[in-house]
């Protein structure tokens, strides 16, 4: 069975600081989605990783992929408030039809 | 754009209740998902559909059905609420396929009294 977690679950840091949030996976996957979530809202597609050293940059936000170690990680950079928000990581799951398992999501705060 | 809409934001029902959460997208997708949300449990998901009329368990079955008579429409069923059910109800759909991105709907949030 997979497993997806995510640390920290809760984050709350300055304007400008850098931070990362991790996403640990238990087993063999090939692609992994982060997400990001608004309070109130749904799920928005972030960045889909399809590779081992895969590497997406959108602004602020930069998501790496280590296959081998079963780890992505999203990376901010000089963080502005309008990052905040909750990220969640996603992990294909490669014995199972069509499934997406799911950490339990990282709740950011930037402060100003 | 990918549009996945439900058919309400709130919604209270009282237990005992037989409650129905519609979702419809409109790009032909195959694949549609029903997931509940809770703090600090991340997304899990309930069941999910691959094709019309067809339907398979997800991790959190118990207590739930589905339904998909049309391709568009995947239709989430609590026969019976239960306050354990209170928890925002979030559908997606995807293209047919192992792994593809899922488009999420805007989410319901049901409380059970």
């Known amino acids: 069975e997979l497993k997806v977690e995510q640390n920290p679950l809760f984050l709350s840091m300055q304007e400008g600081k850098n931070y990362t949030i991790y996403c640990n996976y238990s087993?063999?996957?090939?692609?992994l989605y982060w997400y990001r979530q608004d309070p109130g809202k749904s799920l928005e597609s972030l960045f889909v990783?399809?590779?081992?050293?895969a590497v997406k940059q959108e602004g602020r936000l930069m998501a790496s992929l280590d296959t081998k170690a079963r780890l992505s990680t999203l990376h901010i950079t000089a963080a502005v408030h309008d990052l905040s928000a909750t990220y969640f990581c996603?992990?294909?799951?490669?014995?199972?039809?069509?499934?997406?398992?799911f950490g339990q999501g990282t709740r950011l705060t930037i402060n100003p | 754009d990918v549009k996945v809409t439900q058919s309400s934001r709130y919604l209270v029902k009282r237990t005992g209740e037989k409650v129905f959460l519609e979702c419809v997208q409109d790009?032909?997708?195959?694949?549609m998902f029903w997931y509940r949300q809770d703090p600090g449990l991340g997304l899990r998901l309930i069941y999910f559909?691959?094709?019309?009329?067809?339907?398979e368990k997800g991790d959190i079955p118990e207590g739930y059905s589905v339904s998909r008579e049309k391709k568009e429409r995947f239709s989430l069923i609590l026969e019976s609420a239960s306050t354990n059910q209170t928890s925002m109800y979030l559908c997606?759909?995807?293209?047919?396929?192992?792994?593809?991105?899922?488009?999420f709907g805007p989410g319901t949030r049901l409380t059970v009294t």
């Open positions: 087993t063999t996957s090939d692609r």
């Open positions: 990783l399809l590779s081992n050293g």
């Open positions: 997606a759909s995807s293209p047919r396929g192992t792994g593809y991105e899922q488009y």
């Open positions: 790009m032909d997708h195959e694949n």
């Open positions: 996603a992990v294909v799951y490669l014995q199972g039809a069509q499934k997406l398992v």
């Open positions: 559909s691959y094709d019309v009329k067809m339907k």
